[in-house]
């Protein structure tokens, strides 16, 4: 039995989930999107007719997920949301309390409030809450892990995580809430919950974190998408944005855009994590773990190189001489079908848009899996909760000038930070 799902969302977020949607119809058959909702007709209108044409799914067209709910002829079981985050915990929820499964894109909520809310629904429901994070579900990440695991740099000491670069005083991805605190924007938080939960899923949970952070470029210039991000351009043109700015507007940012971090996880292993998007002339990204007997070199995610392993004296493992080292690793049965029935990997050329469509298609298997067969997502709440958890813990040391637990950030014994957001969108709770 497929699983019926509406796509909650038909921004940019929304068009790439439907191009994962279409990959996933091309192997599996588990999912059926039956809805797209969007309170822009225009914009659910353009998504749903790229669903039309590229599966044999006719999706409705709903102004809202109210709308979606209260018609009987598409039998909604599931919804994806993909909206901006203000809204997940608000649709999350009343979803779960409607009886539906939930898929909701990363950060899980706006902040840990509003995810122990939707945690709560979750219980008293049994609804599945599945979080798409999709950094980890790379099978370059999976070898990463794998390696990891088997000891093939010995015991870890340390990981170093840096994404260093700058967005030329422009606003993050052209929307203007991603340069608000109080909408959970800034690059720190909006992407780097993806270097947190890619961290998390290499090295183990972590216990505490200290850092500095600043919010450097306060001016931003609202350009046009094509402009800031124009690899993505082409997916989101059919989007239209909540506010009254235009392109060429002066935004004001007061969100974080740069965070330098230190942490310590549960292993004993110490990690350093630095993110910012207002480092003009001068760019970093690297993703290393450090170990007994050498250092494990990860790619960036998304991009089909081969991770590599160079040991105290210079010698180079990478390619297929990696997968000698993990004997018995190989990818789980939907990956696998996804990259044309390939088991084990150490590279793979794919141009980034597929990739991306890919390990969405990964994301919807993952909720289908966890309905259908009464198991827990592999990206549930408790992970999505870690790894967002870790981004605020960024955020709220940097306030406070001190060490954070994380457990104390999950729990809300800290939340500094999150209060003037939690204050401005009226979230209330445990």
């Not at 049994?126 to 980890?136: Q, T």
Request: proline share 3%; with cysteine; glycine share 10%.
């Amino acid at each position: 039995m497929a699983l019926n799902v509406a796509l909650v969302g038909a921004g940019g977020m929304g068009m790439r989930h439907a191009t994962g949607y279409i990959e996933l119809r091309k192997y599996l058959d588990d999912v059926r999107m039956v809805a797209v909702c969007d309170p822009h007709l225009e914009s659910a209108e353009a998504v749903a007719r790229v669903i039309v044409e590229g599966t044999p799914e006719e999706p409705k067209v709903f102004s809202s997920l109210a709308e979606a709910m209260g018609s009987k002829e598409i039998g909604l079981d599931a919804v994806d949301i993909v909206t901006s985050t203000p809204a997940h915990h608000v649709l999350a929820i009343e979803a779960m309390e409607s009886g539906l499964h939930v898929m909701v894109e990363k950060p899980m909520g706006l902040t840990l409030t509003a995810c122990r809310l939707m945690q709560k629904a979750e219980e008293s429901t049994g609804r599945v809450l599945s979080i798409s994070e999709n950094f980890r579900r790379d099978p370059m990440n999976r070898l990463a892990r794998a390696l990891l695991d088997a000891g093939a740099i010995g015991d870890a000491y340390f990981a170093l995580d840096f994404s260093i670069g700058s967005a030329n005083r422009g606003v993050m991805h052209s929307t203007v809430w991603r340069a608000k605190k109080d909408q959970a924007g800034g690059v720190v938080l909006d992407a780097g919950v993806h270097n947190a939960d890619l961290l998390l899923y290499l090295m183990g949970p972590a216990v505490r974190v200290f850092a500095e952070t600043d919010v450097n470029d306060r001016e931003r210039l609202l350009r046009p998408m094509s402009d800031q991000a124009p690899g993505l351009a082409a997916i989101y043109t059919h989007r239209r944005e909540a506010g009254g700015e235009e392109v060429g507007d002066v935004v004001e940012q007061d969100a974080v855009d740069t965070a330098f971090a230190s942490i310590r996880f549960e292993s004993g292993a110490a990690g350093q994590m630095i993110i910012s998007d207002a480092s003009h002339g001068y760019g970093l990204g690297d993703s290393v773990v450090v170990g007994s007997e050498g250092t494990l070199y990860r790619p960036p995610s998304r991009r089909g190189s081969s991770p590599r392993i160079v040991r105290d004296d210079g010698s180079v493992v990478e390619g297929d001489d990696l997968l000698e080292l993990v004997p018995d690793w190989e990818l789980d049965d939907v990956t696998s079908s996804l990259w044309d029935g390939e088991l084990r990997m150490s590279s793979y050329e794919m141009d980034f848009r597929q990739i991306d469509a890919k390990i969405i298609a990964i994301e919807y298997m993952d909720l289908a899996g966890a309905v259908m067969d009464g198991r827990s997502p592999e990206v549930g709440s408790d992970e999505g909760m870690a790894a967002l958890a870790l981004a605020y813990g960024v955020m709220e040391s940097g306030e406070a000038h001190q060490a954070v637990k994380i457990e104390d950030v999950v729990s809300g014994k800290v939340r500094g930070f999150q209060d003037e957001i939690d204050r401005a969108a009226g979230i209330v709770g445990c």
